[in-house]
């Protein structure tokens, strides 16, 4: 049972055009939500959270969006650079406790 | 800068063996995580770790056991290893309240033959 879910697989866009990574989720318990980058051979790197007390938090080229009603977030990239090419994960974690879900990953390319 | 390190980032193991997969962190954390990563799948957590000697299940624990005797340390072990446990571990940290970012590890990529 995914209680988080990132339904693309893969995403192409060209450099300085803007990247949207989405997920949604299940768990009506969620309220804290994180985005991973994840380079080949490397573990995850935290990029951008957001609490469901907020609709978007923005941190330099990365903004995430929370819709709650829809439980679904995005993440946009603007400008995208060859350089974003990683896989994105979303991941979501309860109110009372660190049990986090991870979604299944987007692999995201910036053509030049 | 958190550092969280696994003690192999390539292993090759035969079945049935028994396999030991160690993890350090050396923020202090409270938490710590075990996960597997498989295509089309993400990362599935195995266990996790809130205190030293303490254990949680998570979603896929069977096949596999913990041990957290230090704070700093997480091991993995597979008992018995099997060719459906080939896959990318990965391990993470954090602190012990709530809404904490985890931390990864570079993770082992485990083949099991």
């Known amino acids: 049972d995914q209680q988080v879910k990132q339904n693309s697989p893969s995403l192409s866009v060209q450099e300085g055009r803007i990247s949207i990574l989405n997920c949604d989720y299940t768990?009506?318990?969620?309220?804290?939500f994180l985005w991973y980058k994840k380079y080949p051979a490397e573990g995850p790197t935290f990029l951008i959270s957001?609490?469901?007390?907020?609709d978007k938090n923005e941190d330099g080229r990365f903004t995430v969006f929370l819709n709650k009603s829809a439980k679904h977030l995005s993440l946009h990239i603007v400008p995208s650079q060859p350089g974003d090419s990683a896989v994105y994960f979303c991941?979501?974690?309860?109110?009372?406790?660190?049990?986090?879900?991870f979604g299944a990953g987007t692999r995201l390319t910036v053509k030049p | 800068d958190v550092k969280v390190t696994q003690s192999s980032r390539y292993l090759v193991k035969r079945t049935g063996e028994k396999v030991f997969l160690e993890c350090v962190q050396d923020?202090?954390?409270?938490?710590m995580f075990w996960y597997r990563q498989d295509p089309g799948l993400g990362l599935r957590l195995i266990y996790f770790?809130?205190?030293?000697?303490?254990?949680e299940k998570g979603d896929i624990p069977e096949g596999y056991s913990v041990s957290r005797e230090k704070k700093e340390r997480f091991s993995l072990i597979l008992e018995s290893a099997s060719t459906n446990q080939t896959s990318m571990y990965l391990c993470?940290?954090?602190?012990?309240?709530?809404?904490?970012?985890?931390?990864f590890g570079p993770g082992t990529r485990l083949l099991v033959l």
């Open positions: 991941a979501a974690s309860p109110y009372n406790n660190n049990d986090m879900r």
């Open positions: 957001i609490s469901s007390i907020k």
């Open positions: 993470a940290s954090s602190y012990g309240g709530t809404q904490e970012t985890q931390y």
């Open positions: 923020m202090d954390h409270e938490n």
């Open positions: 770790s809130y205190d030293v000697k303490m254990k």
């Open positions: 768990n009506s318990m969620f309220d804290y």
